[in-house]
């Protein structure tokens, strides 16, 4: 099992990452600068034409989705449990589900929060990301179920910018399950118990007092 999801996982950070280079090269090409202001200008959204911006970045991603559907196939023939498919299959997910709890997953290993805008932005890239604003809000399947949470203070965020600036992130029982990791909350319960160094560490000095010039 582990072995399988092991390359479900590689698959899926490939696929991550694919899909923020085509978000990244959309908003420059259609804008002339690179993506630091998340908030899009008005027109955005119809600057897609039929055929796709950038085909052998799509090719790219379809190979990759190609390669998930095959790991998919695998395990099922050999009975193994993916577990985000078994997540997804259990709450009834959207690929944009899917994708979202992808993306979470694999930024947990950066130093980095992903804010909601770019979440939906990424999943979003020919659509106003407002019409998908329903995916990040209390009412979404993701976070009812507890699959995702906020991240931070939230005491003054209203609802407009609740999803625009605030930060998501796995809740930590769903990022070991996709992990794999069965134990994990041993594992927590052995950090905890774990002895910590204290910050203030006493050495004796290597020159006496008396050899010192003052």
């Given at each position: 099992?582990?072995?399988?999801?092991?390359?479900?996982?590689?698959?899926?950070?490939?696929?991550?990452?694919?899909?923020?280079?085509?978000?990244?090269k959309?908003w420059?090409?259609s804008?002339?600068?690179?993506?630091q202001?998340?908030?899009?200008?008005?027109?955005?959204?119809?600057?897609?034409?039929?055929?796709p911006?950038?085909?052998?970045?799509?090719?790219?991603?379809?190979?990759?989705?190609?390669?998930?559907?095959?790991?998919k196939e695998?395990?099922?023939?050999?009975?193994?449990?993916?577990?985000?498919?078994?997540?997804?299959?259990?709450?009834?997910?959207?690929?944009?589900?899917?994708?979202?709890?992808?993306?979470?997953?694999?930024?947990?290993?950066?130093?980095?929060?992903?804010?909601?805008?770019?979440?939906?932005?990424?999943?979003?890239?020919?659509e106003?990301?407002?019409?998908?604003i329903?995916?990040?809000?209390?009412?979404?399947?993701?976070r009812?179920?507890?699959?995702?949470?906020?991240?931070?203070?939230?005491?003054?965020?209203?609802?407009?910018?609740?999803?625009?600036?605030?930060?998501?992130?796995?809740?930590?029982?769903?990022?070991?399950?996709?992990?794999?990791?069965?134990?994990w909350?041993?594992l927590?319960d052995?950090?905890?118990?774990?002895?910590?160094?204290?910050l203030?560490?006493?050495?004796?000095?290597e020159?006496?007092?008396n050899?010192?010039?003052?």
């Amino acid at each position: 099992m582990e072995r399988i999801n092991n390359q479900y996982l590689e698959a899926l950070s490939r696929y991550c990452h694919l899909l923020v280079t085509r978000y990244l090269k959309f908003w420059s090409k259609s804008f002339g600068y690179p993506v630091q202001i998340e908030m899009p200008r008005r027109g955005a959204f119809n600057l897609l034409e039929s055929e796709p911006l950038f085909p052998e970045l799509e090719i790219q991603i379809k190979k990759v989705e190609q390669k998930i559907a095959e790991i998919k196939e695998k395990a099922k023939e050999k009975g193994i449990i993916i577990p985000l498919e078994k997540i997804c299959a259990e709450y009834q997910l959207t690929k944009d589900e899917w994708t979202i709890l992808s993306f979470l997953f694999i930024n947990r290993f950066g130093d980095k929060l992903i804010k909601g805008l770019t979440l939906l932005q990424v999943i979003s890239l020919n659509e106003n990301p407002l019409n998908k604003i329903e995916l990040l809000s209390q009412r979404g399947k993701l976070r009812q179920a507890g699959l995702i949470k906020l991240v931070g203070d939230h005491r003054f965020a209203n609802e407009r910018n609740m999803f625009f600036e605030e930060s998501f992130s796995l809740n930590e029982e769903i990022f070991y399950q996709i992990a794999g990791v069965e134990n994990w909350r041993e594992l927590e319960d052995l950090e905890k118990e774990r002895p910590k160094e204290s910050l203030l560490i006493i050495r004796e000095p290597e020159i006496s007092f008396n050899h010192l010039v003052l």
